[in-house]
């Protein structure tokens, strides 16, 4: 393996860079590796698929948090609103307003009431308009909220993405083997000085010895059309539903309940249970959501039809109570990466950095 030193400087002269074996292309390995390529190392961002974004990170309901899902958590409001400011700073062009966007609190079955829960977002100084509940369809004991929380536009971050990270990219090239040797790394017997590992958990031997409590739920989205435009409905704070804008006027649909259809050991094991998934199974899911929601939001039923739906597997720790907060741990050269929200990349990227540092070296050249 060629020594720090003997490894090229960055273009503009700064010190010698580390050569770092990013591993998947979602929004979090994107990112990270975008971020370090700006430090000047040398980056290689290996993705199993064919193309980015084919995980998770390209089957999610789009939301750029800014908080209000998690009344119950500080921490991940905290995360979600600087992550929300940061986002629309660095990537203007990857999300956009929704024109109508709105957080319900039912009376009866909610964990918070509306009272509380306004109080706890007002603390968190979270920027809302409080509405008339009955203006939308809900019922009157429900409070309601129009928030100015936007929507990611994912398919312009995948071309973003894919432009410019080319030279980067080594797509259909799953990582199968790794071993820390006495100077670097190996990757597919290929010498880096560290591994960063962005497969939110999926490549598990990644993981192995770092994330010693994950679980895994095969999730799915549904997808319907309506007259309605640029409309979401959100009801918290308990097992409720949420309505969003998708793409091409489209809508989707997820529930607390029924998105997630099992609990799995493995990355793998979830990937099955979304394979044995059949039109009867599917049908089931939809009427028991359809269901959920006609219960507070009776316009659902005349004015959203069904298109569609599509699968992902969401990552969690056992350890998790109601936060769902970015972690980032190292283990001799390998850093691994445990995806929150699509925001907290930013926390995740400065984590990863001075990780890098602590593993090549102090003379290493990284705007920290
Ligand atoms: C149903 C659902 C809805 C969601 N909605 C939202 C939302 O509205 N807003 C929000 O902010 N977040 C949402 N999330 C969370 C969001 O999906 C994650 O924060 C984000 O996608 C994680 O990105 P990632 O890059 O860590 O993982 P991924 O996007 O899953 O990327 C991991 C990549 O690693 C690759 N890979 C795996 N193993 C290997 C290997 N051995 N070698 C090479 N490559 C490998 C995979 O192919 C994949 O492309 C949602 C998640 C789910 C499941």
Redesign the pocket.
Known sequence: MPGLDALAAPAGGHGPVAKVAV?????????ISEELQADGHDVHL????PE??????????????LGFHYARSAVTRRQ?SQGYRRFKQVYPALSRPVTDNVYAVPRDDSLLDGETYQQVMQASRLPFEKVDSTAYGLEPSTTAFRVPEEL?LTDRAKAHFGESLRPQLRLD????SFEETDGGVLVNGELFDALID???G??A??GKGVWSDLYF?P???LVYESERRDFGLTLVDGPFFSV?PFRNGLHTL?SVTH?PLARCRS?EEARQCIARQSADTLDRTRRAMETEVVRYWTPFRESFRHVNAF?????KMRSESDA?V?SVRRSGRRIS?????????FL?AEAVRRELHAVVGKDLWVSL
């Open positions: 591993v998947g292309a979602g929004w979090y390995g994107c990112h290996f993705e199993a698929l980015i974004f084919g995980g998770a990170s390209g089957h999610t309901q789009n939301r750029l948090h979600a990611l090239t799953p990582v199968e962005c497969t939110w999926a490549w031997a990644g739920e999730c799915v989205t969003y997820t998105t990355h699968f992902s597997v969401k990552a769902r970015v990466v445990f995806a929150g929200k699509v925001n907290t990349i995740a």
